[in-house]
């Protein structure tokens, strides 16, 4: 759950940086060497790029640094979904020199090196995380690779799942990791959170791993937590796309199928019968006499209610006494007697 700035930032930059799924290189440089007196490939330093166009719409836009590798196959529908375009940095170009193009590195997530590729950056939208859903359908799905196979799997490792937005799965969605024990019974290996979704993949990172256990490509996942703001925000559009009216999200709103809207609905239809039951009693209440004398009469009848003797007692003085009387003393007379 993305509960603060902290934790926004995080999944952001995991976000960013777990790159996608290509078939095509969408390499248009590389880098080439430092730049004069620059010491190493890291966030603030310059290096020289080689591009394969010179355009001057590129001086001062920024571009990812990947590197182009581990070809990931769906293992239940043996389609390849091509290579992972894992971004390691970006670079911002500032101008062009000798045939080559300069810049500073403005971000680096991990070792820049020589011959490492530049790419066109498109930073993914990721949406802060408010609530879950808890998901009753049994959606399974497949994880179909992670970052670096030959690498154990740890907490915030990046991976993939064959299923995304073909199967209305949204950023923060959680997957837990199932597998089977000797007798055929499932257990829970891990958990993984869905980070961007694509049309038939989504890029995921690890949250928990159970023990020392290795996580690895191909095992199951079954849907276990929906992003709630996201998820609704879907089935409404989707209505709305197929009405041409923004009305239905009013006329739908309770027949969405959220199992946290019953029990709202459920509290507000209590509170409308409470709030009459009050103004039942304050019509019955006031008779004729101070308002002083209604203030201590009401903290009475509240005590006296737990027992059945002392409510007909009072209902038979109120009724049979004249409002001349003052009630305050025949109620001293009953504490007396308690």
Not at 158 to 164: A, D, P, S, Y
């Amino acid at each position: 759950k993305i509960s603060n700035i902290l934790e926004y930032a995080v999944a952001k930059k995991l976000a960013f940086r777990s790159g996608y799924l290509s078939p095509e290189n969408p390499k248009i440089g590389k880098i080439t060497s430092l730049y004069k007196d620059s010491y190493q490939m890291v966030a603030n330093e310059k290096v020289y790029m080689s591009l394969d166009t010179f355009d001057e719409s590129f001086k001062n836009r920024e571009f990812m640094i990947y590197k182009y590798k581990n070809k990931v196959k769906d293992n239940e529908s043996g389609e390849s979904k091509g290579k992972h375009v894992n971004i390691i940095g970006c670079v911002k170009v500032e101008g062009f020199e000798n045939n080559m193009a300069y810049g500073t590195i403005t971000r680096s997530f991990d070792m820049i090196n020589r011959g490492d590729m530049i790419g066109f950056m498109n930073e993914p939208f990721v949406p802060i995380n408010s609530a879950y859903l808890r998901e009753s359908e049994d959606i399974r799905a497949s994880l179909i690779g992670t970052e670096n196979p030959k690498i154990r799997t740890n907490e915030y490792t990046i991976v993939f799942v064959n299923v995304g937005k073909n199967k209305n799965i949204n950023s923060g969605d959680v997957f837990t990791v199932i597998r089977k024990n000797n007798i055929g019974e499932y257990y829970a290996a891990g958990a993984l959170q869905i980070l961007v979704p694509y049309k038939d993949y989504s890029t995921a990172a690890m949250i928990s791993i159970k023990g020392n256990m290795d996580i690895k490509p191909y095992e199951e996942l079954k849907l276990a937590y929906r992003n709630k703001t996201e998820y609704i925000l879907q089935k409404y559009n989707a209505l709305t796309q197929i009405t041409g009216e923004n009305s239905v999200i009013i006329q739908e709103s309770e027949t969405l199928p959220v199992n946290i809207e019953e029990p709202i609905i459920e509290e507000i239809k209590q509170e409308e019968v409470k709030t009459e039951e009050t103004t039942v009693q304050e019509t019955v209440v006031p008779v004729a006499e101070e308002e002083t004398i209604e203030e201590t009469v009401v903290p009475i009848v509240e005590e006296e209610k737990k027992e059945e003797t002392t409510i007909t007692i009072e209902e038979e003085n109120t009724e049979n006494k004249d409002t001349t009387k003052v009630a305050g003393e025949e109620e001293i007379i009953i504490i007396e007697e308690e």
